[in-house]
């Protein structure tokens, strides 16, 4: 089991509706830093673009960590907020790859196993006097469930790898990974961090379909072919269209992923 670099204030509950939604009711100032909410049963997960996370009750990870101290300013002030996608998606990225080298990480923020989604983050940031207060991250990881919905593109590191998972075992492991992501970055490697996350970038240099719902400030959805090349210091994607070679830089808001 990998070694925490800094303690952590675990609390465990059976059932809730969102990991996410009891940090923010829990926060105070007295929040100790790396607080995690861990469930069994989370009831109404939600996922970026309020998209609805679904878990089998004690067969998958949904958990949230809150940060509160001066390393969630110091984040957010060298790298607008977007490191943190970057941090938490590279880090369970590295555990996962000891098991299986066909994991990838699909931008923003997902984790796909042999072509199907197996995790997905959120992160929240609460803003005061135009800075980052607080932030809670909420991570959903498929890990011993075996039934999915046929109609989404779900899987889990079980059905895939065959192997039953210790689920506490796995967290601490995901936490320890995380924590040494960030301090990574604290010692000025976050360079090295981008080029790990372009490196196992989903569908790198292969052509893919999107909608493009927002482009120069102009909403026109529209569908797009394209080549994604990988994602520039400030976490936007950038793509290479077909047919004039160009190549487009997309926020979160302006783009959206088909195939």
Known sequence: MNKLIWPIHLIQLDTVRSTNQYAKKIISKRTPNWTIINVIHQTHGKG???NHWYSEKGKNLTFSIIL??????????????????????????????????????KWPNDIILYDKKIGGILIENNIK??????????????????????????????????INFNLKE???????SIQKEYLYIISNQKIQAINYYN??????????????????????????????????????????????????IFSTNDIQFLF
């Open 48 to 50: 970026t673009k309020n």
């Open 68 to 105: 509160t101290s001066s390393l969630v300013h110091f984040i957010s002030y060298i790298f607008t907020g977007y490191l943190h996608n970057i941090i938490i998606c590279n880090a369970i990225h590295k555990i996962l790859y000891n098991y299986t080298h066909n994991c990838w990480i």
């Open 129 to 162: 006097f135009c800075s980052i207060n607080y932030t809670i991250i909420g991570i959903g990881l498929n890990v011993n469930q075996i039934l999915f919905d046929p109609k989404l593109k779900t899987s889990s590191l079980r059905r895939n790898l065959k």
């Open 170 to 176: 796995l967290l601490l492991n995901i936490i320890s």
């Open 199 to 248: 490196t196992f970038l989903y569908k790198r240099n292969q052509r893919s379909c999107f909608i493009i719902k927002r482009h120069n400030h102009k909403i026109r959805p529209y569908y797009l072919q394209g080549i994604i090349q990988k994602i520039n210091k400030y976490g936007h994607l950038i793509i290479q269209v077909n047919k004039h070679k160009k190549l487009f």
